[in-house]
């Protein structure tokens, strides 16, 4: 794959969550996938769960990202999400308030797949 493939897929999986279509999610990612990220060890049906819960608790989710850099089979991507928070979270309730989650994530695409992705969360950004 080239450098603009890997890119692609690699953001190609974000854009998958923000629209909710979990079939084209499932397909883009690896059957061996793992995610690890902000305290998570994820298989992919665990993953594929979490954003769609995520999904779910927060409203008019969009996301940008700023810099896309492409090594080898690994794409690193910042992102800037933001979104309302109208549903329960991982046990805690709506708040009903505006946030700006900003991070960076790693994903590994071989042959069209994402095989694992590593991510990082400003979380004491998004408490604030």
């Known amino acids: 794959m080239d450098t603009l ?27 061996n996938f793992t995610y690890t990220g902000d305290g998570f060890v994820f298989t992919k049906d665990e993953y594929i769960g979490f954003m769609q819960d995520m999904k779910a608790a927060f409203s008019n989710l969009k996301m940008v990202f700023p810099h896309v850099l492409v090594d080898g089979d690994q794409a690193s991507v910042r992102f800037i999400s933001t979104a309302v928070n109208t549903g329960k979270f991982m046990g805690a309730p709506a708040n009903k308030k505006n946030l700006e989650i900003h991070g960076i994530f790693i994903r590994k695409v071989k042959n069209g797949k994402v095989m694992q992705e590593w991510q990082t969360t400003d979380l004491l950004g998004v408490m604030k």
């Open 5 to 31: 493939e890997i890119k692609n897929t690699a953001l190609a999986v974000s854009y998958a969550i923000l629209e909710g279509r979990w079939n084209d999610l499932d397909k883009l990612l690896d059957e």
